[in-house]
Each structure stands twice: as C-alpha cells, then as structure tokens.
C-alpha cells in the first residue's frame, strides 16, 4: 500500500450501548408521554412525539453544569427535573423533566459527562469575574492608570 492511501473507512455508525433510558413522565409519575430520554457513553438523546418523530442528541463532553430540581409533588412521587446547561448550539439549556429515581440518574450522568471529558480530553474553563472591569481596573496589566 502507498503512503497516500488509506484504508477504507466504514461508514456504518458503530453500535451504542445505552447506559440509562427512561419517558418522561405525568406530574404523578406514570409514563403516558411521548418523550424518551436516553444515555450512550458519549451522547445523551431526547426523542419526542408520536406520529412526527424529532430527535436531539448532545455529546456528553458539551454539557457545562448539571442541577436538580424536586418540587413538592416531584418528591411526593419519588420523580425530579434535572437542568443541563451546554454548549451545544442547537440545544442550549434544557430539561429531563419528571425523571424516576432523578438524583441517582444526576449523579450517573454528571460521572459520564467528566468520563467522556477526560476521554476527549475537553476542559471548560471558567473565568471568575470575566466581563466586570471597573474604572479603576488595569486594562493592559501595565501598572500604570489607564483613564
């Protein structure tokens, strides 16, 4: 084989086994929904609707901060929203809303997140207090006044 040439690459999407899938379910906890959370080792997927099927998918490596929310019937039912917050350009913020035994799926998906990080080997930076100058703020680290 040449140095130019390449093998061939396969095209064909490579098997994902999912770690955790679960619906979305009604303020009391059954699952008469139309809406499936699912999580790959790299992606987390939402797949919503009945007879007009849309998909979303965000790589774990993008998802910036992970919270939990119970309100009082949440708890009640044993069911919590997780809030993620991510990079991705098309999903942005979102919910996982009224998920079953929702701390443990947190906790799950926040260890997943930091796998495929450290596996892509993505840090997020995060710049305390970036964007808040103040009049007396030294714009260029020069240590001279700069008004």
Request: glycine residues 6%; charged residues 35%.
């Amino acid at each position: 084989m040449s140095k130019n040439k390449r093998p061939p690459v396969s095209k064909a999407r490579p098997s994902r086994e999912i770690m955790w899938s679960d619906k979305k379910r009604i303020w009391c906890g059954l699952p008469w929904t139309f809406t499936r959370y699912s999580v790959s080792p790299d992606r987390l997927y939402i797949k919503r609707g009945l007879i007009t099927i849309h998909e979303d998918e965000v790589r774990l490596y993008r998802i910036r901060d992970i919270s939990l929310r119970q309100g009082f019937f949440q708890r009640i039912f044993g069911l919590g929203t997780i809030n993620i917050s991510s990079s991705d350009s098309s999903m942005g913020n979102f919910q996982l809303k009224n998920i079953k035994k929702s701390h443990d799926v947190k906790e799950m998906l926040s260890d997943a997140v930091e796998t495929e990080r450290e596996r892509k080997r993505v840090s997020m930076r995060e710049f305390v207090g970036y964007g808040e100058m103040h009049d007396t703020d030294d714009i260029d680290f020069d240590n001279f006044d700069d008004r």
